[in-house]
């Protein structure tokens, strides 16, 4: 008996060496461990769906039925809670048209693969459409967890989505391009909107924004070509930049009190607006804010508004009048540019500075008075005006760029104030109907073009101050006959014509002279400003 209690321990510390030489993990057959043994948990089901209960949380594993088409997930399963998705639990259900969950994407506590593609195998977000059913028309979603940013983006076959959870927020692009989408419940819990949520949502018709959102972000409904109807909540005090871009469907636009700002083409497209109420609370409207509003036919910009900005009304073609307030001291490039019904506007006396293309194109505009702290007319500030009889440029104006009036073919008489001492070229190119112009004293050369193509400039009045005329500044100016010289014969002789300005050497000068000539010549001199010939 002795000897059989002697070997016992000696058998057993044989064994342990034995399987420690060999690589082999003691697990636990002599009462320890090195690592904790790996925990099976057995698959079990509810209704339609199979899961694992793990530490008394309910993990959805997949479908019992493959071919299902309709899938129902609980907040609770037998008291436990759902609380997170197997990658691709519903990969092989092909038929799915809908379904009703309690969140989005891998788990309800992270951000992390937050998307609906995750339960159909997509690794990544951009893979949503992909592995999505294309049977799969509707989606349900009932907890309270947040939908994050690009939750559903490009699920372009989803027709319905309801939100029905009392959630807080929806993220950036959450369902940018969804392009079926043509139905979103928001619950009144949600506070804010990402910017891109439903950019691309083309057919969208009508969507209700909870109050409680208080900004609309950018793009957050961009390109939303079909949504016909917007309430924009009363809480709300910014539209951030291209907000409603695009929706060219809209065809009314309510703006709420207490909006301050408007940002850069926060309804740039919106073709088929006609009109926009802009409260007296907004001070800033962006860059290109109304681009492109081809329906729009009037519009009230607020009092405490100081800047038109770049490109604002580019392109309302509809657009027959505008107020701007008194406060405002500068209009930015291209801001009427192509506004084809403005037959008239008055521009406040503080304005001090237009851009380029301020009102090029406006075809039906008939006049137009610069205010008198403009001390600088754009380029192509009024190109193509084509029905611009008359312009009054300030006393104070010192240049006037290029093709300022290009195109200006109904234009009949413009007074350049002597303040002007530069006139750039195509100024005054294709003025048509122009009969005569006085040039400045203070003009020492005209540029290229200048005068291009004024087939009707019968007369015009040079100063002494002018010594060199560049190419083609007189093209095509077939009806010129007269030329009023300031200077005298020898002075236009030393004047320097550059090639391409036949009209002009061919036409008869004129030489002032305040006193009755005693000798031969042309000569002339002013009768109560009106110019006679002696």
């Known amino acids: 008996m002795k000897k059989r209690y002697l070997l016992l321990p000696i058998l057993i510390g044989s064994l342990l060496s034995l399987t420690s030489c060999n690589g082999i993990q003691n697990n636990g057959l002599f009462g320890g461990s090195d690592t904790a043994s790996e925990v099976s948990y057995p698959t079990e089901e509810y209704n339609n ?53 309690p969140f989005v ?32 028309y509707k989606v349900t979603i009932t907890g309270d967890a947040n939908i994050v940013d690009d939750a559903f983006s490009d699920c372009h076959h989803l027709v319905k989505i309801y939100v029905v959870g009392d959630i807080n927020s929806v993220g950036s692009h959450a369902f940018y391009s969804c392009t079926d989408l043509n139905l979103v419940t928001l619950p009144d819990s949600v506070t804010s909107i990402g910017n891109h949520a439903f950019t691309g949502c083309t057919s969208l018709t009508t969507i209700d924004i909870p109050e409680g959102v208080t900004s609309i972000e950018e793009s957050t409904f961009g390109g939303c070509t079909n949504l016909t109807t917007i309430n924009i909540p009363d809480d709300v005090t910014s539209i951030e930049g291209s907000a409603f871009s695009g929706c060219s469907s809209l065809t009314s636009i309510i703006i709420p009190d207490g909006v301050t700002s408007i940002e850069g083409a926060a309804f740039a497209g919106c073709s088929s607006v006609t009109s926009i109420v802009i409260p007296n609370g907004v001070t800033s409207i962006g860059k290109s804010t109304f681009a492109g509003c081809f329906s729009l036919t009037s519009i009230t910009i607020p009092d405490g508004v100081t800047s038109i900005k770049v490109g604002v009304f580019y392109g309302c073609t509809s657009l027959t009048t505008i107020t701007i307030p008194d406060k405002v001291t500068s209009i930015g490039d ?201």
């Open 334 to 534: 291209y801001a009427f540019n192509g506004c084809t019904s403005l037959t008239t506007i008055n521009i406040p006396d503080g304005v001090t500075s237009m851009g380029f293309h301020v009102f090029s194109g406006c075809s039906s505009l008939t006049s137009i008075t610069i205010p008198d702290k403009v001390t600088v007319i754009a380029e192509y500030a009024f190109s193509g005006c084509s029905s611009l009889a008359s312009a009054i440029i300030p006393d104070d104006a010192t240049t006037i760029r290029a093709d300022a009036f290009n195109g200006c073919s109904s234009l009949t008489s413009i007074v350049i104030p002597d303040s002007v001492t530069r006139i750039n070229s195509n100024a005054f190119y294709g003025c048509t109907s122009l009969t005569s112009i006085n040039i400045p004293g203070n003009i020492t050369y005209t540029s290229e073009y200048t005068f291009y193509n004024c087939s009707s400039l019968a007369s015009i009045t040079i100063p002494i101050s002018l010594t060199h005329v560049d190419e083609g500044s007189f093209h095509g100016c077939s009806s010129l006959k007269k030329i009023y010289y300031m200077g005298d014969s020898a002075s236009w002789e030393a004047m320097e014509i550059e090639c391409d300005n036949d009209q002009l050497e061919s036409a008869t000068p004129y030489f002032y002279s305040e006193i009755a000539p005693s000798g031969i010549g042309n000569y002339w001199h002013y009768v109560d400003g009106v110019i006679e010939i002696w």
């Open 49 to 101: 769906i199979t899961y694992k209960l793990i530490d008394s949380e309910v993990t959805i594993t997949g479908a019992i039925d493959n071919s299902v088409k309709d899938i129902t997930i609980p907040t609770f399963i037998d008291g436990h809670k759902v609380t997170k998705f197997e990658f691709g639990s519903f990969e092989k259900c092909e038929n799915l048209q809908s379904i009703s969950l």
């Open 105 to 136: 994407g891998e788990s309800a506590e992270t951000n992390s693969n937050a998307y609906i593609g995750y339960l159909f195998g997509a690794s990544v977000y951009e893979l949503n459409d992909e592995y999505l059913p294309r049977t799969l």
